[in-house]
């Protein structure tokens, strides 16, 4: 049996304010390429299709049009809601779309149906787990609040459901936060009350446990934690928990990330080799740090190949240069965020604070916020400028 697992599309993201669809249109046709070529018996999607639970239209037409082409290829999809998705408009339909080989699961009155597949060594049950929030589901689950709690619920019923149909292999979907896992800047928050993760083991004994949540593909198991991103991995055998990762970089925090899809193969006896395939870069992420000058000054050098990636610049000159992103742009056409932290500078917000709270002239307070936004404090005819604006200010209010 041979799968392809995915997660975290996250369409409708940008990328401070970069819109990322075209991208992620590229990545959907790749992988359904992939999917024909590696011969898939099926892909699995663990959440998170969605970045946000009311999509924007056009992420809501790419998704219909690259189901459809996976339908019509006849390549069965297995989609679970993650914590970005509407389990109720990502699973709107879901009947009509199961007759066509597209199986969404995202309710808990899903967890006990799974989608079954055969091959030489007999059938195979994929289930997929939804992201479950454990206020929401915990009373129907018998559980407590915690997602370790509602997770080993789900788990219980999937595999009393897999030995009522006498399944020797069974695979798990799941949109949750793994202990030990290594996180990323993108990724939300899911905790709860500090409770938010649960242990591999968490899911039992199944031969694969296809997760989502992380952007970051790596495997973890029971007290163990690899986040493998120098390379691809084969040959890794046993019950095996895998994130595949986004299939973007959604974040500077991912930069060094090789993003991927989870290649997994079963064997009759149940037994798991997974490869890495490597996704697409349309475009790397770089960060460059210094004075705007000097960095200007070494673009057509060693920093030449920022101009045809995503860029992060931390300025650090002692005073903020006039339209500094204008300028990087000039160079470095895809510049897309920028950053202050000026060499002997103030630079923790905990100092601007205090200095803050140790007066109360308003003039004072201005030049303050002239000194953090502009890298120094104002000069004699700035003070002048203020002093004359909050004067201004004051006269109009006392006549009012």
């Given at each position: 049996?041979?799968?392809?697992?995915?997660?975290?599309?996250?369409?409708?993201?940008?990328?401070?304010?970069?819109?990322?669809?075209?991208?992620?249109?590229?990545?959907?046709?790749?992988?359904?390429?992939?999917?024909?070529?590696?011969?898939?018996?099926?892909?699995?999607?663990?959440?998170?299709?969605?970045?946000?639970?009311?999509?924007?239209?056009?992420?809501?037409?790419?998704?219909d049009?690259?189901?459809?082409?996976?339908?019509?290829?006849?390549?069965?999809?297995?989609?679970t809601?993650?914590?970005?998705?509407?389990?109720?408009?990502l699973?709107?339909?879901?009947?009509?779309?199961?007759?066509a080989?597209?199986?969404?699961?995202t309710?808990?009155?899903?967890?006990?149906?799974?989608?079954?597949?055969?091959?030489?060594?007999?059938?195979?049950?994929?289930?997929?787990?939804?992201?479950?929030?454990?206020?929401?589901?915990m009373a129907?689950?018998?559980?407590?609040?915690?997602?370790?709690?509602?997770?080993?619920?789900?788990?219980?019923?999937?595999?009393?459901?897999?030995?009522?149909?006498?399944?020797?292999?069974?695979?798990?979907?799941?949109?949750?936060?793994?202990?030990?896992?290594?996180t990323?800047?993108?990724?939300?928050?899911?905790?709860?009350?500090?409770i938010?993760d649960?242990?591999?083991?968490?899911?039992?004994?199944?031969?694969?446990?296809?997760?989502?949540?992380?952007?970051?593909?790596?495997?973890?198991?029971?007290g163990v934690?690899?986040?493998?991103?120098?390379?691809?991995v084969?040959?890794?055998?046993?019950?095996?928990?895998?994130?595949?990762?986004s299939?973007?970089?959604?974040?500077?925090?991912?930069?060094?990330h090789?993003k991927?899809?989870?290649?997994?193969?079963?064997?009759?006896?149940?037994?798991?080799?997974?490869t890495?395939?490597p996704a697409?870069?349309?475009?790397?992420?770089?960060?460059?740090?210094?004075?705007?000058?000097?960095?200007l000054?070494?673009?057509?050098?060693?920093?030449?190949?920022?101009?045809?990636?995503w860029v992060?610049?931390?300025?650090t000159?002692s005073?903020?240069?006039?339209?500094?992103?204008?300028?990087?742009?000039?160079?470095?056409?895809?510049?897309?965020?920028?950053?202050?932290?000026?060499?002997g500078?103030?630079?923790?917000?905990?100092?601007?604070?205090?200095?803050l709270?140790?007066?109360?002239?308003?003039?004072?307070?201005?030049?303050?916020?002239?000194?953090y936004?502009?890298?120094?404090?104002?000069?004699?005819?700035?003070?002048q400028?203020?002093?004359?604006a909050?004067?201004?200010?004051?006269?109009?209010?006392?006549?009012?």
């Open positions: 049996m041979r799968l392809i697992h995915t997660s975290d599309w996250h369409l409708g993201r940008t990328l401070h304010g970069e819109s990322l669809l075209e991208h992620l249109a590229g990545f959907l046709e790749w992988l359904l390429a992939q999917a024909v070529s590696q011969h898939a018996d099926a892909v699995v999607v663990a959440g998170d299709v969605y970045d946000r639970a009311v999509p924007p239209t056009d992420a809501v037409t790419l998704l049009a690259t189901l459809t082409k996976f339908a019509r290829q006849h390549i069965p999809m297995i989609i809601s993650g914590n970005h998705d509407s389990a109720v408009r699973g709107f339909g879901s009947g009509l779309s199961e007759a080989g597209i199986h969404l699961r309710t808990t009155a899903d967890l006990a149906r799974p989608v079954v597949l055969s091959d030489s060594g007999g059938e195979v049950g994929i289930y997929g787990i939804p992201y479950l929030l454990p206020d929401a589901v129907e689950l018998g559980a407590e609040r915690s997602h370790e709690s509602v997770l080993a619920a789900a788990a219980e019923l999937i595999h009393a459901d897999a030995a009522s149909r006498g399944f020797g292999r069974v695979v798990i979907a799941a949109h949750a936060f793994v202990r030990d896992g290594t990323s800047e993108s990724e939300r928050d899911i905790r709860v009350g500090g938010g649960a242990p591999a083991s968490v899911f039992g004994d199944a031969c694969y446990v296809a997760l989502g949540h992380l952007h970051g593909q790596q495997l973890v198991q029971a934690s690899a986040a493998d991103g120098t390379g691809a084969s040959g890794v055998s046993g019950p095996t928990a895998r994130y595949s990762g299939p973007l970089a959604f974040s500077f925090s991912e930069a060094r090789r991927s899809v989870t290649l997994v193969d079963i064997d009759p006896a149940g037994q798991v080799a997974t890495l395939l697409p870069v349309p475009r790397p992420l770089r960060e460059a740090r210094g004075r705007i000058d000097d960095l000054a070494r673009a057509d050098g060693d920093l030449a190949d920022l101009a045809g990636a992060k610049v931390t300025l000159d005073v903020r240069p006039a339209a500094p992103m204008e300028r990087l742009r000039e160079k470095w056409p895809h510049t897309l965020a920028l950053d202050f932290a000026p060499e500078g103030r630079t923790a917000a905990e100092a601007d604070l205090r200095a709270s140790q007066t109360s002239d308003p003039i004072e307070i201005c030049g303050l916020f002239v000194e936004a502009g890298g120094g404090p104002p000069d004699a005819a700035e003070r400028v203020l002093r004359e909050v004067e201004a200010a004051q006269h109009a209010e006392a006549a009012a």
